[in-house]
């Protein structure tokens, strides 16, 4: 079973190494629950946001759990409580503050894909924020975990049941190192700044109109360029939609392939 996932090259596996932590791994939805209950659920209107909060999957956390920091940098300076009898995930291991879960997964990726570990995507969580790690996942056999640093001391923060503790994402470090970054001055690119200026002033002039209460645009509530894939002088001109432009991801759940995954 080994040598035949490791010859797919697009497969992204997940061996199960703590089989008494219950742990899950979900794809991640579009929404969050705070971007419910903005008013008008406006927050559902930045489609950036929804695809960063769709590129990933979410590992769901198997039990409560609540923690406080007491302010100094001892291991003991973290007071972890779980419900449930052990093993616990969740542990004081590295002090300064960071609560820490070991993940009952060893993750193995393609050849030059690593893995972004990180918080769930737009998640604020009060007084303790998640680091990131980049993981070798190609070759890697070593265990993994997901880590929170508090940021404020004599305070209880809890993760409840299902609650998502965190992210993982593939990276491709050749990408981010054959990139040439640089920076270019618009006024050297006259098509783009065209393009820019009228998409500029499509933007002013819709928000002018809506704190004018003009019936129009506030029945429409927002100008939707960039969601529907287009902008103002595609428009002008009668082009079609960004024909790759993406509105949502579909990612794929976690197989289970049974005993002879483990």
Known sequence: MRSKLRQLTNELVAYRVGHRVDMQLIPSPASRDWMKTTNGGFAHRCLPMKIANEAGWLIVNDRPVRAKWLGHKGVDALIVECEGSPPFSAISHFGEGILTFSLPFLFRTPPGVALLIRGPSNSPKDAIAPLEAVVETDWAVAGVSMNWQFTRQHTWVEFSKGEPICMIAPLKFDLLQTLRPCIIDINQDSETK??????????????????????????????????????????????????????????????SMGKEAT
């Open 194 to 255: 065209e393009h820019f200026e009228l998409w500029l002033e499509s933007f002013r002039n819709f928000n002018e109109r809506l704190q004018s209460h003009d019936t129009d645009a506030v029945k429409r509530g927002w100008q939707r360029y960039y969601f529907r894939g287009t902008a103002p002088h595609l428009e002008i001109n009668g082009s079609p939609a960004v024909s790759h432009h993406l509105q949502k991801l579909s990612l794929r759940e976690f197989e």
